[in-house]
């Protein structure tokens, strides 16, 4: 069965860090790129970070330009989010997506219809 599965969400202050980790069972990760996206209450879902098959090429929107870094560990079937320095409007489910298309990249990662498989989510809540 293929699935993914974030974990790592949780109820920070302002200023504060979390990692998000979106694991895979039921295909190689190495061979999709992975997305992260997010939706906060009354908004659409949109792209936060992408990551290439092998790692080389990663994308940030620019309001976490600077404070996330995206990373994938193909050995361990996991993708990773390291939010530094996290402001309440970061407050969203972050949703993990793979998708196994090798046309997306720099100008249309932030598509939702490209990717193939998603994760159920994982709340991260920014509150003092």
């Known amino acids: ?11 920070v202050q302002p200023g504060e860090s979390l990692r998000l980790s979106c694991a895979a069972s039921g295909f190689a990760l190495e061979d999709y790129a ?6 906060a209450p009354g908004k659409e879902r949109e792209g936060v970070s992408f990551i290439s098959r092998s790692g080389g090429n990663t994308y940030y929107t620019d309001s976490v330009k ?5 990373s994938r560990d ?3 079937n996991t993708v990773y989010l390291q939010m530094n ?3 309440p409007e970061d407050t969203a489910i ?3 997506a793979a998708t ?4 997306v990249g720099r100008d249309n990662w932030r598509r939702r219809s490209k990717y193939s498989y998603w994760g159920q989510g994982t709340q991260v809540t920014v509150s003092s």
Do not use: D, P
């Open 1 to 11: 069965q293929v699935q993914l599965v974030e974990s790592g969400g949780g109820l």
């Open 100 to 103: 196994g298309h090798w046309a």
């Open 66 to 70: 600077g404070r996330f870094t995206i």
């Open 74 to 76: 193909n050995a361990k």
């Open 85 to 87: 320095t996290l402001k």
């Open 94 to 96: 972050y949703y993990c």
């Open 34 to 39: 992975i997305g992260w996206f997010r939706q």
